[in-house]
Structures are given as C-alpha cells and as structure tokens.
T-cell receptor, first 107, second 113 residues
Framework: LAKTTQPISMDSYEGQEVNITCSHN???????ITWYQQFPSQGPRFIIQ???TKVTNEVASLFIPADRKSSTLSLPRVSLSDTAVYYC????????FGTGTRLTVIP | DGGITQSPKYLFRKEGQNVTLSCEQN?????MYWYRQDPGQGLRLIYY???????QKGDIAEGYSVSREKKESFPLTVTSAQKNPTAFYLC????????????FGQGTRLTVV
C-alpha cells in the first residue's frame, strides 16, 4: 500500500503563504494526489487534486514534480479560519489517509 | 440536495452490545468507505465497498461488520468484539475511479458507557 509522509504540525502567521509538503516515494502510476482539509468533529473536505505539474483552484495550488514522489500544497494568505488538519492522499483504488498536518494560523 | 448522511450524530452503547451506524448517500456513488478517528489522530480505514454486494476489509476491520445490499446504503455494525469502540466514525463515498472527489458525512460519535 502506498504511504504518505507529512509534517505533523505547522504554525503560520495570518496573511502568510503556507506550503505543506507530502512525500510519497511509492506512488503508483494510476494514483492521483489529493488533499483534504478537516475541522474538528467534521468530515474531511476536498481541497485540490492533481496528477502531475501544477494545479490551481480558487483556494489552493498543488505542485507536483516530474517524478511525482512528492507534492506541495500551497495556501495563499492564510487566515485564522484555515486552522485545520490537512491530509495528503494517493487516491487510486482506495482512500487511505495518513496522520495529516495540523496547521495553526496565529494572529 | 445530494449528499451523504450519517445517523445518529451521537450514540451511546453499553459494553457488550452491538450497535449499527447508518450511512446513506443519494449521489449515485459506487464506492463507499468507513473510517474511525480517535482524538488527535488521522482516519483509519475500517471497510470499503466498490460495488453492491461486495466489500473489503481495511486496516482495522476486526470487531466490525458491514453490508452493501443497496447502492445508497453502507451500514456499519460495531460488535461486542471491538475492544475499544469509543471513537468518531466517518463514512465517505466516491464515484468509482481514481480522480474523483470523496464526499464525507458529518460523522457519528460513539461512546461506550
């Protein structure tokens, strides 16, 4: 089973750009890289997904190098409401979550 | 509105009793999943089903059972064999495939009393 590795926690000041990197050395050819956000006592919510290169939507960007062994979620100008746990998944035939990165945004 | 619904939101169970958690979706999704989350931890996969009448064990299936008789429904039974069932349980669904967004229910918090 493919595994992902993320930092356990990160702190950032309000208004800064935050980059969370995920390592996935054993990514399979048919895996897509997906990021989810979870607030306490709620189900995770989809943020962004990509296969290679760069993907951008209204809330985040996802950078994936050519070898696909890592990926970086970029959150521009974070606010206090972005304090949450962020999960990186390799979404193929299943959805296996890792431990996630707990992001705390400081005023 | 389409979505995925878990019920109840809070559930209390006496030790030694079985309890069933409901998960229903009207998104016409093929695949459904059950996860367990303990305080401060990530999500651990219990069972998943890619198609009706078929399901597979995840990482922590012991003490749990599921059924998938209908596409819309994927109930999870927490049996008395589960030694530490107190946790937050999440259900999810996706269109069967590799690049589709997963939708989650709001979760059921189970407490053994």
């Amino acid at each position: 089973l493919a595994k992902t590795t993320q930092p356990i926690s990160m702190d950032s000041y309000e208004g800064q750009e935050v980059n969370i990197t995920c390592s996935h050395n054993n990514i399979a050819t048919n895996d897509y890289i997906t990021w989810y956000q979870q607030f306490p006592s709620q189900g995770p919510r989809f943020i962004i997904q990509g296969y290679k290169t760069k993907v951008t939507n209204e809330v985040a960007s996802l950078f994936i190098p050519a070898d696909r062994k890592s990926s970086t979620l970029s959150l521009p100008r974070v606010s206090l409401s972005d304090t949450a746990v962020y999960y990186c998944l390799l979404q193929g035939n299943n959805l296996f979550f890792g431990t996630g990165t707990r992001l705390t945004v400081i005023p | 509105d389409g979505g995925i619904t878990q019920s109840p939101k809070y559930l209390f169970r006496k030790e030694g009793q079985n309890v069933t958690l409901s998960c229903e979706q009207n998104l016409n999704h093929d695949a459904m999943y059950w996860y367990r989350q303990d305080p401060g931890q990530g999500l651990r996969l219990i069972y998943y089903s890619q198609i009706v009448n078929d399901f597979q064990k995840g990482d922590i299936a012991e003490g749990y059972s599921v059924s998938r008789e209908k596409k819309e429904s994927f109930p999870l039974t927490v049996t008395s064999a589960q030694k530490n069932p107190t946790a937050f349980y999440l259900c999810a669904s996706t269109i069967r495939g590799m690049n589709t967004e997963a939708f989650f229910g709001q979760g059921t918090r189970l407490t053994v009393v």
